[in-house]
């Protein structure tokens, strides 16, 4: 996949059996694509957003027995990090590449986005074509991707939004391609997503 710099190669890390060796593979080979990719989707991103952004790779999670099953690179409007905040992300798994809409973290400003996905619900529902292929993706398993969403339904944007109150899982949304699929992506096919994803983003983004 060399229009991103990933390739199958990246992909097999997840088939690493054991979890540590898996973890260290991760932090080792695929963090430091997944920050160089960071830096060249950031223009783009800017752009897309509507406002000035900063790239944080994720640390690889390091569970004891467990073994990583997902990386990313998270784009938002803080320097100091993603949690608790809107994000546009680009996520690794085994089988896939995901560009996803995200809030993981409690905030302070969750209430507001809940408010704010409440109130738009109807207009995103009524966007079509940029959200025909979203899926849902908290609790997923990482390997079978869950059922497309019925994005056309406003109870599906207000049900979104009751996550994202106090206590609640948070949002994480987006399209995914298969491996094979994903080496024939260019960036500007990623940001081209990503521009399709932007009416949700800039909701929770612009929440008050």
């Known amino acids: ?111 507001a986005m809940q408010r704010a996905l409440e109130r738009d619900a109807a207009n995103l529902a009524r966007k079509g074509k940029p959200f025909r292929k979203l899926r849902q993706f908290q609790d997923w398993n990482f390997e079978e991707l869950p059922e497309v969403a019925p994005a056309h339904s406003a109870a599906f944007w207000t049900e979104l939004g009751d996550e994202l109150a106090p206590g609640g899982e948070g949002l994480d949304v987006g399209i995914a391609w298969t491996r094979e699929e994903a080496r024939s992506l260019s960036l500007g096919d990623l940001l081209g997503v990503f521009r399709d994803l932007s009416p949700l983003y800039k909701v929770l983004a612009n929440a008050s």
Do not use: N, W
């Open 1 to 111: 996949m060399a229009g991103l710099g990933l390739g199958p190669p990246d992909f097999a890390l997840f088939e690493i059996s054991d979890p540590d060796e898996r973890a260290a593979q991760l932090e080792a080979k695929l963090q430091p694509k997944l920050a160089e990719l960071g830096g060249h989707c950031l223009p783009g991103l800017a752009r897309v957003a509507g406002k000035s952004l900063f790239a944080h790779a994720a640390k690889v999670p390091r569970r004891k027995g467990q073994a990583p099953e997902e990386l990313l690179v998270a784009f938002c409007e803080s320097a100091k990090g993603y949690r608790g905040l809107p994000y546009l992300a680009v996520v690794v798994t085994r089988l896939h590449l995901h560009a996803r809409v995200g809030v993981r973290g409690e905030s302070p400003r969750r209430a």
